[in-house]
Nanobody, 126 residues
Framework: QVQLVESGGGLVQPGGSLRLSCAAS????????IGWFRQAPGKEREGVSC????????YYADSVKGRFTISRDSAKNTVYLQMNSLKPEDTAVYYC???????????????????WGQGTQVTVSS
């Protein structure tokens, strides 16, 4: 069974950093575009970022552009989301997802994916 596992969430002060990881044990992430999404209480799910499996191109939502960086480590079969300059409004459950859609912008803006992880909580608060 395909399983994506997120880790790295936690409590951080405003201005701080966290690195989220998305790992898989039963399939190779290199065959999929990997996206990060988040959902805050009472809000709709929001696409955050995605890295394409075809050319490594990346896409970021305007709300995180310049602060978040997505990367892929094929040797570890893991995708990371480095989050810097965190703000209270970044507080949410963050999910990684795997998609066969090659266009990273389409993945982020439509949320059309094939597999979801279980999520990891990120709380930004003083």
């Amino acid at each position: 069974q395909v399983q994506l596992v997120e880790s790295g969430g936690g409590l951080v002060q405003p201005g701080g950093s966290l690195r989220l990881s998305c790992a898989a044990s039963e399939f190779t992430l290199d065959y999929y575009a990997i996206g990060w999404f988040r959902q805050a209480p009472g809000k709709e799910r929001e696409g955050v970022s995605c890295i394409s499996h075809l050319d490594g191109s990346t896409y970021y939502a305007d709300s995180v552009k310049g602060r978040f960086t997505i990367s892929r480590d094929s040797a570890k079969n893991t995708v990371y989301l480095q989050m810097n300059s965190l703000k209270p409004e970044d507080t949410a459950v963050y999910y990684c997802a795997a998609s066969l859609i090659a266009d990273s912008m389409v993945v982020v803006t439509t949320g059309v994916v094939d597999y979801w992880g279980q999520g990891t909580q990120v709380t930004v608060s003083s």
